[in-house]
């Protein structure tokens, strides 16, 4: 079993920027992923973007040029950086890890930005 923690969420204004933080329970390394969704009230949960384990990072086209993901191997750690927020970036944020065949998921961390 792996556990996942998200923090650094919470309320900002449009314009602004957060760092949220995923920390594992796990080495990261051995992850074939990892990555960070995002679910908004009345929304299905969608992919904001995910790293490799190679090192190969993907966002998706709404926060391109916006949001960046990174890691810190050595914490086990990996960071969704985001700045320019939106009012519809407003959603809980979660973290998911792949080992093998299983997904781990986080509890979430809700992001609001105020327009």
């Known amino acids: 079993q792996v556990q996942l923690v998200e923090s650094g969420g919470g309320l900002v204004q449009a314009g602004g920027s957060l760092r949220l933080s995923c920390t594992a329970s796990?080495?990261?390394?051995?992850?074939?992923?990892m990555g960070w969704y995002r679910q908004a009230p009345g929304k299905q949960r969608e992919l904001v973007g995910v790293?490799?384990?190679?090192?190969?990072?993907n966002v998706a086209d709404a926060v391109t040029g916006r949001f960046t993901i990174s890691r810190d191997n050595d914490k086990n750690t990996v960071y969704l950086q985001m700045s320019r927020l939106k009012s519809e970036d407003t959603a809980v944020y979660y973290c998911?890890?792949?080992?093998?065949?299983?997904?781990?998921w986080g509890q979430g961390t809700q992001v609001t930005v105020s327009s």
């Open positions: 790293i490799t384990r190679g090192g190969g990072i």
């Open positions: 998911k890890g792949s080992w093998g065949l299983t997904d781990y």
């Open positions: 796990r080495s990261i390394v051995t992850a074939n992923a």
